[in-house]
């Protein structure tokens, strides 16, 4: 069945605009909480896909991770950011060569291990971004 979505499935569609909806109003603050479950999300969705041997997910979660985590690095600002900036550069360099040695591995846990780091992330930056 096509159809006339620009996706090629309606979870696709559904996925696009919930996103839209959630980040709308977000500040920018919120768009990083977000980019941060969302990776958290991926991650732990190729853990699943890698036990269950499903390498097409798996594959599809990697890379949405991974993009995550260029975005992130990408919306670092060293100048205000500092030592912070510099340490979680780093942080997100070595997540992304972890996930792409574990993507050629079918062991679930290197997966959930990355998801954990992201999540201690994400509860540091609500501690500070909630005051």
Known sequence: MRYSSAFARPEDTYRAVDLAGR??????????????????????????????RRFDVKSERVTRALSILFALEGGLDFDKGGEVSKTLARVYQGARAELVEASLDTDPKRFIAIAETIEEIAAAWETVRRG
């Open 23 to 52: 980040t709308g109003g977000e500040d920018p603050a919120g768009l990083v909480s977000l980019l941060y479950a969302e990776a958290s999300r991926a991650l732990r969705t190729a853990a699943w896909a890698a036990e269950h």
